[in-house]
């Protein structure tokens, strides 16, 4: 199922936000985020997800959409339309990645700047789950293109350290830091200790503390986002505290979408 409505939206300006998930290592529960987000925020807004992890792509194996046949790789090759690669899921519209390494040495990376420019056309929200390392272009990309980037962290100060140097990066390319979000978080940490110091070092404010939850592994299992799978749980309800705070900001689609046409992308590192 393929949805393509900016024909009937193209002459009117609406506000979007192009908001990057992000985080200094892997694993921190960058996807998870970025569709518990999605969710949360497509209750009030038009929402589009986008994996942008062309490396390690894994977004189609939590919706469903692990056999779709064209995706981003396809659309960053030139071979396909960004129409043809956007799915419509759980109240949002799905840009999966292939997880193919023919797939990803195939894509350039630069055209991302296109998809993101004429998905700001007929979108409010713009969520763009991000590659783990800052050591490479497709990496930096999404944190180099949003507006806001979203931190993720564990509760560990290697991993406070690693979203230090996320928001160093975003800073640099005059991305703001929406806020930080704690994932993963056990009993026996001293959480509210750790955000309380965390917060000091970071612009953004804590948006939430996301317990460590069976629920959310058993949600990735059945290739659901966790707020389609356990909507009532614990997890979901800090997601959608969450997203409650990250107020989206009112500004021309069309000069959003310039804005992305003309982005320089900085050199490979
Ligand atoms: N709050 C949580 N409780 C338990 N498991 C979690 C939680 N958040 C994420 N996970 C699990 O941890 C694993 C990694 O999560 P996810 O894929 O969202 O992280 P990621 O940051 O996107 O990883 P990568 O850097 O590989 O892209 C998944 O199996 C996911 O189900
Ligand atoms: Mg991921």
Do not use: W
């Not at 925020?41 to 942008?52: F, N, Q, R, S």
């Not at 917060?199 to 592994?217: C, N």
């Amino acid at each position: 199922m393929q949805v393509f409505k900016y024909d009937t939206r193209a002459n009117v300006n609406y506000m979007v936000e192009v908001f990057a998930v992000a985080s200094g290592k892997g694993g921190t529960g960058k996807t998870t985020s970025t569709l518990a987000l999605g969710m949360a925020l497509a209750t009030e807004y038009d929402v589009t997800v986008i994996d942008t992890d062309t490396g390690m792509a894994n977004m189609l194996f939590h919706t469903g959409l692990s056999d779709s046949e064209t995706t981003l790789h396809e659309v960053l090759a030139g071979q396909a339309a960004v129409e043809d690669a956007i799915y419509e899921r759980f109240g949002m519209d799905v840009i999966p990645c292939g997880t193919s390494l023919a797939g990803f040495r195939e894509a350039d990376p630069r055209r991302l700047r296109e998809v993101v420019a004429t998905v700001a056309e007929g979108t409010d929200v713009i969520l763009l789950d991000s590659a783990a390392t800052l050591g490479t272009r497709s990496a930096v990309l999404p944190i180099v293109l949003a507006d806001r980037v979203v931190i993720v962290l564990q509760p560990t100060v290697p991993s406070i350290s690693d979203g230090l140097k996320v928001q160093e990066y975003a800073k640099t390319y005059g991305t703001d830091v929406a806020g930080i979000l704690f994932n993963r978080v056990t009993e026996d940490e001293n959480i509210d200790t750790v955000a309380r110091k965390a917060q000091r070092y970071f612009d953004g404010e804590t948006l939430s503390k996301v317990p460590e939850s069976e629920t959310v592994r058993a949600a990735r299992r059945a290739s659901k986002p966790l707020l389609a799978h356990a909507a009532e749980s614990e997890a979901a309800g800090a997601y959608r505290e969450a997203a409650g705070k990250l107020t989206v900001r009112d500004a021309d689609s069309t000069a959003v979408a310039d804005r992305f046409r003309n982005a320089v992308i900085p050199d490979e590192s």
